[in-house]
């Protein structure tokens, strides 16, 4: 009898092998949308639409003057068709629709920093839509301006990038307004728009200018029908306007001080107006077409309709600003601080709060800067005053604030 092996010693049968170790894959999420942007041809076509809505607005204002101040009921306009005054003010108030409606539709296809120098064009064809309309004289210092003005264009254009993001739903808007540099810079703007309003109405009240009178109306031989025709007679010169000087009693620095502030708060509110006008139409346009972010593509984003009455208030606080500063200064002296307020402030928006930077190169960006100060330099020099044309500082009163 053989012995039995103890239940110990019996090997057991072998395990059966484990399945190998396979780590849990990360959950798979579909890549981020890349930010919208347009290449370099539709980037031109923006160019090309600024630079119509430039020459259209130069247009407009002419002809609302030249509606406003006709001596007859019965404006008369091209082919011997006469109109009443009303008539003729809508008509030009369309065109001056349809040049901000051609720069906002630009806003959306080129950056920011660029159309602010083209657009500034619309000075320049201000003042040649002014002398083929209501026969004023082209200046030597408007002509060396335009020249200018033209040159810090060309250098803006050539330094344009090749792609840029021009379009932003409401979280776009709101990670914009989120960044560091793009909360500081609108706080700024608003900053300085409200402290300007409580010192010009502070100024208002304490030195009040007095009315402006005499200015004369367009002569009755200048109409549309007989642009081309040759030279027509010279008005009479108006008579001397009843103005005092800007805050005569108030200490000189302060007289200088306000000189800049009254037109450079006017160019800071059309800046904040351009800001906002851009991102409004860019939110309602991705809401609209259900391509925006969010459950409701952005349509429920308070910022939509933020944007919306920033736009809104801004334009018509330009009404009222237009009436109280060249109520008190003279064209000479505050358009070039205006209008070059308006091309400084709109070139940082889109640099510091479109962050635009980021699509340049630094050549490209420093081209677009330098052009920028260029465009200044020849507002500056655009609105020199020529003593060989003593009229032309109402003339201008009148056309912008007929604008």
């Known amino acids: 009898m053989s012995p039995t092996a103890p239940p110990w010693a019996t090997p057991s049968p072998p395990a ?4 190998p170790f396979h780590p849990p894959s990360p959950p798979e999420y579909p890549p981020p949308p890349a930010p919208p942007s347009y290449d370099a041809g ?3 076509l923006g160019i090309v639409l600024s630079f119509a809505g430039a020459l259209a607005l130069g247009l407009a204002m002419p002809l609302q003057r030249y509606a406003l101040t006709y001596p007859e009921p019965r404006v008369p ?17 369309c065109v001056y629709g349809l040049a901000n409606g051609l720069n906002a539709i630009a806003q959306q296809m080129a950056p920011l920093s660029l159309l602010s120098s083209v657009f500034t064009l619309m000075i320049v064809f201000n003042a040649l839509f002014a002398r083929l309309i209501l026969k004023e004289r082209l200046t030597r210092p408007k002509v060396c301006g335009g020249a200018t003005i033209f040159l810090g ?8 990038p090749n792609s840029v993001q021009t379009i932003f739903d409401a979280q776009d808007v709101e990670q914009l307004l989120r960044d560091p540099g793009g909360i500081v810079f609108q706080a700024v703007l608003f900053g300085s728009v409200i402290a300007s309003i409580v010192g010009i109405c502070a100024f208002e009240r304490r030195y009040p200018p007095a009315a402006q009178e005499g200015v004369a109306p367009v ?15 010279p008005s009479p010169p108006p008579s001397p306007p009843n103005r005092e000087s800007p805050g005569r009693d108030a200490p000189p620095y302060l007289n200088g001080l306000m000189m800049f502030i009254y037109p450079a708060s006017l160019g800071l509110d059309e800046a904040i107006n351009g800001t906002w006008l851009r991102a ?3 939110m309602m346009g991705r809401c609209t077409t259900g391509e925006g972010k969010g459950d409701l593509h952005g349509c429920d984003h308070p910022l939509m309709y933020i944007g919306l009455v920033i736009m809104v208030v801004s334009a018509l606080a330009t009404v009222w600003w237009l009436k109280v500063v060249y109520k008190r200064y003279e064209t000479t002296v505050a358009l070039p601080i ?12 889109g640099l510091i709060f479109y962050q635009e930077h980021k699509f340049y190169e630094p050549w490209q960006l420093t081209l677009t800067v330098s052009g920028s100060i260029v465009v200044c330099i020849g507002i500056m020099i655009f609105f020199v005053k020529d003593t060989a044309s003593p009229r032309m500082d109402e003339r201008d009163a009148r056309a912008v604030q007929a604008y």
């Open 338 to 349: 205006e209008y070059g307020m308006v091309n400084v402030a709109m070139c940082a928006s």
């Open 280 to 282: 409004a139409i860019s």
């Open 77 to 93: 306009l091209c082919a011997g068709i006469r109109v009443s005054r009303m008539v003729a003010w809508i008509l030009a108030l």
């Open 219 to 233: 002569p009755k031989d200048v109409q549309l029908a007989s642009v081309g025709a040759g030279p027509s007679i």
């Open 153 to 160: 264009i060309v250098i803006a254009v050539v330094g344009f």
């Open 42 to 44: 539709l980037m031109v």
């Open 16 to 19: 059966p092998p484990h399945p």
